[in-house]
C-alpha cells in the first residue's frame, strides 16, 4: 500500500504538470501532446502495420512465457476478495491507452534507451525474485518490465501522454505478505474500536477486548475478514482512477484518491457497529451466511456514494464551479482529417533492440537449470522434550482458522508449568517453515499481540550473551503487554538459518540472500512468555525466561535447523 501511495502521487503530479486545460471533460488534451503535434507533420496520420502488431503480440506472447511462474502466483493472489478486481485494471489501463489514439496517430514513435535499461532493470528483478523466491519482487519486476517496453516503444514524447494509465498497473501488484499482515492488525483493532463506539451510541452495553466485541449474550469477533482491506484496494484503485479523469486541481485530486482510506475505515467500522446492533436486537444469524455478506456489498456501494458526493463538494469549491456532468464526459477519440496522409510507423530501432532482450530472456529462462529450495533435515516437534529444567509441558492445539493463516509446517504451543508452583509457568509457542514464502511467513508478535487484546507498554531489544544458539549469541525482542490489571513478558526473536534476527524487516533481506547463496528459506519464529505475578518485579520475570530458553537452547537445531 506504501509503495503503491508514493507512486500514484506521483503520477497525480506528473498528470497535473502535462495536462491542459480540458474543454471535453474526460477527452484531456495534453499541453506536452499538442506541442508534439506542432513538432511533427499535422498532415501525416500515422498508422502501425498489420507486421507490428504480429510482432507486438509474439513479445506479449513471450514476455507471459518468461514470466509463467510469477503469473500463476498473481492469478493466485487475484482470487483472494481484496484483489478481486484486479482482473479489471489491464482492460481499464488499455481503454485509457486507446482514448488517446488520436494523439498519438499524430506522433512519431522515437524509441527510447532508457525504456530498454528499465526493461533490462525489470528482468534482473525478476531473476533476483525468482532465486529469492519472494513474489512480491516477480510482481513488481513484471509490471516495470511491461512499462518499460512500452516506453522503449513509443518513445519519450509519446510516451508520456500514456505514462499515467501505464502506472495504474502497479495497482494489480498485491502487497508484500508482511505489510499486509501488519495493516490488517491494525485495522482490525481501529475497526473494533469503531465500530463499538457505533453500538454505544444506540445505548447498548458493549466490551472491547481487542478485537472481540462481547455483548454479554454474544461474541462477535473481528477477523482478518472483516479488516476493510476488501473495500480498501478496490476503492483506492478507483479514486486514483477518478482523480486522473477528475478535471480540477491537483489539491482536489490529490484529496479524492487519498480520502479513499479514511472513507473505508470508517464506512467498514460502522458496518461493524450496525451488525452489532442487529445482532444484539435478532440474534447472531445477523452477523453470519447471506445477510452479512450482502450488508457488505452494501457497505462498498455506500463507499462509492460518499466518493462521489466528495467529487460533487469540491467541483463546487474555488473559483471554477463545476457541475459534476461537466467534469465526467466520456469522449471517444476523434476520427483524422479526411486531408491527412495515413503512413505506415517505421519502427524504433529500440523496438528491435527490446524484442532481442526479451527472446533472449525467455532463451535464458528455459535453458537454466530448475531451482530447487534445500529443506534441512529436521526433528518434528512432537518429539520435543515433555519435561525441561523441573516444569511439566501440556501440549495445545490451535484451531484450524489459526493453523490456515499462519500456515506453519510444524509448531509447538505449550505451557511449561513448575513442578513445585502452579502459577510459575511459561509458554512457548514456535512456528517452522521449511519453505517462506510471500504468503507464508511468520507473523510478527507485535502485530499479532493487540489482536488479542493486550496493549504493548514496553518494547525494547536485549542481548542474552550468556546464551547461544549454535554459537550465534543471543538477542531477543522484549515486550511488555498488558491487559487490564494483567501483564506478561514476552522474549522473541526469528531464527534464520544460522542466524538470530530481531528485526521483521531485515528478516526479508536474510532470506533473499539465503535464498539465493544457500538455496535455503528455513527458519522459525521463538516466542516465549511468562506471566508478571502480583508483587512480582520485572527483573525476576526475566530471569525465569532466561534460565528456560538456557535449558533448550542446545536442542534447539534439532528443531530448527542452523546449519
Given amino acids: 500500500m506504501f509503495i503503491h501511495l508514493h507512486v500514484v502521487s506521483a503520477a497525480l503530479l506528473i498528470k497535473n ?7 471535453k471533460g474526460l477527452k484531456f ?3 506536452d501532446d499538442v506541442n508534439s503535434v506542432e513538432n511533427n507533420n499535422l498532415d501525416v496520420n500515422y ?3 498489420l507486421t507490428t502488431w504480429t510482432l507486438i503480440a509474439l513479445s506479449a506472447f513471450i514476455l507471459l512465457y518468461v514470466f509463467q511462474h510469477a503469473m500463476d502466483s498473481f492469478l493466485h493472489q487475484w482470487e483472494r476478495e481484496e484483489y478481486s478486481h484486479a482482473y479489471l485494471i489491464p482492460f481499464i489501463c488499455a481503454f485509457f491507452v486507446w482514448q488517446k489514439t488520436d494523439i498519438l496517430e499524430k506522433l512519431k514513435f522515437n524509441g527510447s534507451w532508457a525504456g530498454i535499461l528499465l526493461a533490462l532493470f525489470g528482468l534482473g528483478l525478476y531473476v533476483i525474485g525468482a532465486l529469492s523466491a519472494i513474489h512480491s519482487i516477480m510482481h513488481y519486476a513484471i509490471v516495470i518490465t511491461v512499462i518499460g517496453f512500452a516506453w522503449s516503444y513509443l518513445g519519450g514524447k509519446a510516451f508520456k501522454t500514456v505514462i499515467v494509465p501505464f502506472l495504474m498497473l502497479l495497482f494489480l501488484v498485491p502487497l508484500p505478505g508482511f505489510i499486509f499482515q501488519t495493516l490488517s492488525g491494525e485495522l482490525q483493532l481501529i475497526s473494533s474500536k469503531l465500530g463499538v463506539a457505533v453500538i454505544r451510541l444506540f445505548d447498548i452495553s458493549v466490551f472491547l477486548e481487542g478485537n472481540v466485541i462481547d455483548l454479554g449474550v454474544y461474541k462477535l469477533q473481528v477477523v482478518e475478514a ?6 480498501l484496494f478496490p476503492l483506492v484503485t478507483i479514486s486514483f482512477i477518478v482523480a486522473y479523469i477528475y478535471d480540477a486541481p491537483l489539491w482536489k485530486r490529490a484529496i479524492i484518491f487519498l480520502s479513499a482510506i479514511p472513507i473505508t475505515v470508517f464506512m467498514n467500522s460502522f458496518r461493524i457497529g450496525v451488525i ?5 436486537y435478532w440474534g447472531q444469524s445477523m452477523a453470519e451466511g447471506f445477510l ?9 456501494m455506500a463507499c462509492i456514494a460518499v466518493l462521489i458526493l466528495e467529487m460533487w463538494l469540491l467541483a463546487k469549491i474555488g473559483k471554477d464551479k463545476k457541475a459534476l456532468s461537466e467534469i465526467f464526459i466520456f469522449d471517444m477519440p476523434e476520427p483524422a482529417d479526411e486531408g491527412m496522409k495515413t503512413v505506415n510507423r517505421v519502427m524504433p530501432v529500440q523496438f528491435y533492440v527490446a524484442v532481442s532482450v526479451i527472446i533472449l530472456a525467455a532463451l535464458t529462462f528455459t535453458l537454466a537449470p530448475e531451482r530447487k529450495d534445500i529443506i534441512p533435515d529436521r526433528a518434528s516437534f512432537a518429539d520435543f522434550p515433555v519435561e525441561v529444567d523441573g516444569r511439566k509441558g501440556y501440549m495445545t492445539t490451535l484451531d484450524q482458522i489459526i493453523t490456515d493463516s499462519l500456515k506453519f509446517d510444524d509448531y509447538i504451543m505449550a505451557d511449561y508449568v513448575s513442578t513445585t508452583d502452579v502459577t510459575d509457568s511459561i509458554n512457548v509457542y514456535i512456528g517452522y517453515y521449511g519453505v517462506q514464502r510471500a504468503d507464508k511467513v511468520p507473523h510478527s508478535p507485535k502485530a499479532c499481540i493487540p489482536g488479542g487484546g493486550w496493549a504493548i507498554t514496553g518494547l525494547s531489544q536485549k542481548s542474552l550473551p550468556d546464551i547461544s544458539i549454535s554459537d550465534v549469541p543471543l538477542e531477543v525482542n522484549r515486550l511488555i503487554i498488558q491487559r487490564d490489571e494483567h501483564k506478561q513478558l514476552v522474549y522473541y526473536w526469528f531464527q534464520q538459518r544460522d542466524r538470530v534476527v530481531t ?3 531485515l528478516v526479508k533481506w536474510y532470506l533473499l540472500v539465503d535464498s539465493i547463496v544457500k538455496h535455503r528459506s528455513d527458519g522459525a519464529l521463538m516466542r516465549f512468555v511468562t506471566v508478571l505475578r502480583p508483587n512480582e518485579s520485572e527483573a525476576e520475570a526475566e530471569q525465569r525466561l532466561e534460565k528456560y530458553i538456557s535449558s533448550i537452547s542446545a536442542i534447539i537445531p534439532d528443531f530448527v535447523p542452523t546449519k
Fill in 47 to 49: 498508422k502501425v502495420s
Fill in 503 to 505: 528485526n521483521e524487516y
Fill in 226 to 231: 472483516c479488516n476493510g482491506l476488501r473495500y
Fill in 292 to 300: 452479512h455478506d450482502f450488508e457488505g456489498w452494501i457497505v462498498f
Fill in 17 to 23: 504538470n502535462i495536462h491542459g486545460a480540458c474543454s
Fill in 29 to 31: 488534451k495534453m499541453v
Fill in 276 to 280: 452489532g446492533v442487529m445482532v444484539e
